[in-house]
């Protein structure tokens, strides 16, 4: 989906679209936790989370990373990630590695942490003091 101005609501309303609990199999449960992201390109990616038993599932944030990457996009602007109770949160310690390592610029890209004020945090703040920036300089 392609959009000049997305708003948080546009976001956060993608993801609610895709969240839908539900048993796969006796070891995998997909679709508590949701989420969608805004590219720099003006698309939006969404994911829904798989749990499985033997622990080779995936977050709804990694899940939508890795559709935005199958699409051959890398830059993340915002990301909303929807918990079973309807409330934005935010995402796990893989998660927030794994967009600070698609771009030197990821420090920047925004996490909706309140739906009803639109309140934001930075993924910086969540990760600070990141080890890997340098790397990013030494290109």
């Given at each position: 989906m392609k959009?000049?101005?997305?708003?948080?609501?546009?976001l956060y309303q993608a993801a609610k679209d895709v969240q839908k609990s539900r048993v796969i199999s006796p070891f995998?449960?997909?679709?508590?936790?949701?989420?969608?992201?805004l590219t720099d390109g003006g698309n939006i990616y969404v994911g829904v989370c798989i749990d499985s038993a033997c622990s080779l599932g995936m977050c709804a944030e990694r899940n939508a990373i890795a559709n935005m990457i199958t699409n051959g996009e890398s830059k993340i602007k915002k990301l909303v990630a929807i918990m079973p109770n309807g409330k934005p949160g935010l995402p796990c310690g893989a998660c927030r590695e794994l967009m600070m390592q698609l771009d030197e610029n990821s420090k920047n890209i925004e996490i909706l942490?309140?739906?009803e004020n639109e309140q934001t945090v930075k993924l910086e703040e969540l990760i600070p003091e990141w080890w890997g920036k340098e790397r990013f300089c030494a290109e």
């Open positions: 959009t000049k101005n997305t708003s948080w609501k546009e995998i449960e997909a679709g508590g936790v949701s989420a969608s992201l942490i309140n739906s």
